[in-house]
């Protein structure tokens, strides 16, 4: 539906299935209901309008590639109640420039925020256990990232090609740094 231009999903609604809204260009601003627990694959992918997603307390799952292309928006701010973000769930965001509070998530999955090119910052990762491979690959300008004590694993190629990034604590919680975590970080 490429010329969608507003959606009201309804309270009481419990998860917004694999691909419902995929590809409706002209959507401009999504809001979950606070009764939504689960976001499908590819829920809004290529929604490439979208300045605004509001996320309530209650949302669990955001799954894989569900707001993939969601070219336009800005800023995120994720619920506590939020406990896994899905592989590529924010790829491709490329005027995304930070991720506010991510909430209650412990895990980040595979190439989650990768190209998200004008990605500035990404704080309020108190919870994460685990950053997937190739999450935060390529976001050029990444300059502020606190990895949180409890961190244990950080994926392949995990902040690879994030030239702007300079420092990087590593908290004696992490076990594993895979292969090229930050190949390509110049500034470092």
Not at 112 to 130: D, H, I, N, P, Y
Not at 159 to 164: E, P, Q
């Given at each position: 539906?490429?010329?969608l231009?507003?959606?009201?999903?309804?309270?009481?609604?419990k998860?917004?299935a694999?691909?419902?809204?995929e590809?409706c260009?002209?959507?401009?601003?999504?809001?979950?209901?606070?009764?939504?627990?689960?976001?499908?694959?590819?829920?809004?992918?290529?929604?490439?309008?979208?300045?605004?997603?509001?996320?309530?307390?209650?949302?669990?799952?955001?799954?894989?590639?569900?707001?993939?292309?969601?070219r336009?928006?800005?800023?995120?701010?994720?619920?506590?109640?939020?406990?896994?973000?899905?592989?590529g769930?924010?790829?491709?965001?490329?005027?995304?420039?930070?991720?506010?509070?991510?909430?209650?998530?412990?895990?980040?999955?595979?190439?989650?925020?990768?190209?998200?090119?004008?990605?500035?910052?990404?704080?309020?990762?108190?919870g994460?256990?685990?950053?997937?491979?190739?999450?935060?690959?390529?976001?050029?300008?990444?300059?502020d990232?606190?990895?949180?004590?409890?961190?244990?694993?950080?994926?392949?190629?995990?902040?690879?090609?994030c030239?702007?990034?300079?420092?990087?604590?590593?908290?004696s919680?992490?076990?594993?740094?895979?292969?090229?975590?930050?190949?390509?970080?110049?500034?470092?």
């Amino acid at each position: 539906c490429r010329f969608l231009h507003t959606v009201e999903l309804p309270y009481g609604l419990k998860e917004i299935a694999e691909s419902t809204f995929e590809g409706c260009e002209a959507l401009k601003s999504i809001e979950i209901p606070s009764s939504v627990v689960k976001i499908g694959n590819s829920a809004f992918f290529f929604c490439t309008d979208v300045e605004e997603i509001i996320f309530h307390e209650g949302l669990k799952t955001i799954g894989d590639n569900a707001f993939g292309a969601c070219r336009s928006v800005s800023s995120l701010t994720f619920p506590e109640s939020l406990k896994s973000i899905g592989a590529g769930a924010f790829s491709y965001c490329t005027w995304l420039e930070e991720v506010t509070d991510f909430g209650g998530v412990t895990s980040i999955g595979d190439a989650a925020f990768s190209s998200c090119q004008f990605l500035k910052s990404a704080r309020g990762l108190e919870g994460v256990k685990s950053i997937g491979a190739r999450a935060f690959e390529r976001c050029t300008l990444l300059k502020d990232v606190s990895l949180p004590e409890g961190l244990r694993t950080i994926g392949d190629h995990a902040f690879s090609s994030c030239a702007s990034l300079k420092t990087i604590t590593l908290p004696s919680s992490v076990n594993t740094i895979s292969s090229s975590a930050f190949k390509g970080c110049f500034s470092l």
